[in-house]
C-alpha cells in the first residue's frame, strides 16, 4: 500500500479534460515538490511535470496544483496520446525516503 | 539533451550480487543528485535510493537498507548500485534518473537495466 494514493484508473475521450490526483500528508506531498511521470507499456518512465515545471517537450495542456496535502495533474484537451500509466512522487521528511504513488491508468476512449 | 545509460544487469541466483552502472552523457553529472527507482513485473515504481553531488547524503528505502550500497564516481559520470543477497523479488527494471538535489523528484531518466533473480 502506497503512501501517496492516486486513483486506479481515470478515463476520458479526445479534447476532453481530465485531473488525476495524488494524496499524501504534511510531511511529504505538504511540504515537498511533486514528481509526475508518464510510463507507456512499461517503457522507462518520462517526466511530465516537476514541481510547477513543465520539462521540455511537455505540451502545456498540461498543468498542476496542490491543495494542503493533495497533489493534482490535469490535462486539457486530452489527446490519444497522453494514455498511460500516470505516478506521482514526493520526498517525505518523517520517513526521509522518497514515496511514489501507486499509479493511475488513464485511458483515452 | 543528457543521456543516462545502465548496464550491469542480468540473471542471477538467489543469494548473488550484482553491480549496476549508470554512466551520464551530454549533461554535468556533477550538478545533480541521483536515484535508483526499480519496478517489478506489472507493478508500479518503487524508490531504491538517493544519492548527493558529493555524496554526503544517501538515503535508501528502509526494506532494502543493508543489502543495496548506492555510490557514485564523478570523475566518471557513473552511478552505481550494488546489490547483494538478492532475492526473488528484488527482480525489477532498475531505471537511474538525475534530480536537481536529493529530496527534489526525479527528472531525466535512464532506460533501465532488467535484473532477474532466479533459481
Not at chain 2, 21 to 36: P, Q, R
Not at chain 2, 74 to 98: G, I, P, Q
Request: glycine share 12%; charged share 20%; with cysteine.
Amino acid at each position: 500500500q502506497s503512501a501517496l494514493t492516486q486513483e486506479a484508473s481515470v478515463s476520458g475521450t479526445v479534447g476532453q479534460k481530465v485531473t488525476l490526483s495524488c494524496t499524501g500528508s504534511s510531511t511529504n506531498i505538504g511540504s515537498y515538490f511533486v514528481g509526475w511521470y508518464r510510463q507507456v507499456s512499461h517503457g522507462p518512465p518520462r517526466t511530465v511535470m516537476l514541481g510547477n515545471s513543465l520539462p521540455s517537450g511537455i505540451p502545456d495542456r498540461f498543468s498542476v496544483s496542490k491543495s494542503g496535502t493533495t497533489a493534482s495533474l490535469t490535462i486539457s484537451g486530452l489527446q490519444p496520446e497522453d494514455e498511460g500509466d500516470y505516478y506521482c512522487s514526493s520526498w517525505d521528511h518523517s520517513l526521509e525516503t522518497r514515496l511514489f504513488g501507486g499509479g493511475t491508468r488513464l485511458t483515452v476512449l | 539533451e543528457g543521456q543516462l545509460v545502465e548496464s550491469g544487469g542480468g540473471l542471477v541466483k538467489p543469494g548473488g550480487s550484482l553491480r549496476l552502472s549508470c554512466v551520464a552523457s551530454g549533461l554535468k553529472f556533477d550538478d545533480y543528485a541521483m536515484n535508483w527507482v526499480r519496478q517489478a513485473p506489472g507493478k508500479g515504481l518503487e524508490w531504491v535510493a538517493s544519492i548527493s553531488v558529493r555524496s554526503d547524503y544517501i538515503f535508501y528505502a528502509d526494506s532494502l537498507k543493508g543489502r543495496f550500497t548506492i555510490s557514485r564516481d564523478n570523475s566518471k559520470k557513473t552511478l552505481y548500485l550494488d546489490l547483494s543477497n538478492l532475492r526473488v523479488d528484488d527482480t525489477a527494471f532498475y531505471y537511474c534518473a538525475t534530480s536537481e538535489a536529493v529530496r527534489r523528484p526525479p527528472d531525466s531518466w535512464g532506460q533501465g537495466s532488467l535484473v532477474s533473480v532466479t533459481s
